[in-house]
């Protein structure tokens, strides 16, 4: 099948129009779906002027789930929960120099130094930490305590896992 001249001005009426890939295709007679849009991605035409199908359906709103257990309860009144205290940021140190006078680069780092990057890779001032690091590691205390955060537990809502059990606690007392 060839995409003649009068195929292709059918082509573009029809995409204009709004049409999917597939009903262009049958409209069309002869091509596939994916010939249609091969050929239209090859014409560079722009997205279409209405949509295929038109959005008549509302949005849905989920609607609350109310279990038995927790329908028959009372209210309760939530106490804001206890936050732990965030500890104070971390003061990094200065870079230490060396022996020499000059700082840590990448030709002078040890497996003992501290490899916290300072400053712009790109500039002419960019060097690393250079502190004692313990055995194995690759960062000063300092450094570490900056670049390994503790995991954030993850909060459940209290609520939900209450009203699971009481849903689970419900169906054994029916079931056995």
């Known amino acids: 099948m060839a995409w003649t001249d009068e195929r292709v001005e059918q082509l573009k009426k029809l995409w204009a129009e709004g ?15 994916n010939a249609v849009i091969g ?7 722009s997205g279409r002027a209405a949509p295929s199908r038109p959005s008549s359906r509302p949005a849905r709103t989920p609607k609350p789930r109310v ?11 939530k106490a804001p929960a206890a936050r732990k205290p965030v500890p104070p940021p971390v003061q990094a140190p ?5 022996p020499n006078g000059e700082f840590a680069t ?16 790109a500039s002419g001032d960019f060097r690393f930490c250079g502190h004692r690091t313990k055995a194995g590691d690759a960062y000063c205390e300092a450094h570490a305590q900056i670049a390994y955060q503790p995991q954030q537990k ?17 169906t054994r007392r029916v079931n056995f």
């Not at 279990?67 to 209210?75: H, I, K, L, N």
């Not at 200065?94 to 060396?98: C, F, Q, R, S, V």
């Not at 990448?106 to 890779?121: A, E, H, Q, Y």
């Open 154 to 170: 993850r909060k459940r809502k209290t609520s939900d896992a209450t009203a699971a059990l009481d849903a689970i606690q419900a």
């Open 94 to 98: 200065d870079p230490e120099p060396l």
């Open 39 to 45: 050929k239209v991605h090859r014409l560079g035409l």
């Open 67 to 77: 279990t038995a257990a927790a329908a028959s309860a009372p209210a309760k009144a």
């Open 106 to 121: 990448v030709l002078t780092l040890k497996d003992s130094m501290c490899k916290w990057p300072i400053g712009d890779p």
């Open 19 to 33: 049409l999917s890939a597939s009903q262009i295709a049958k409209k069309i007679g002869g091509v596939t779906r």
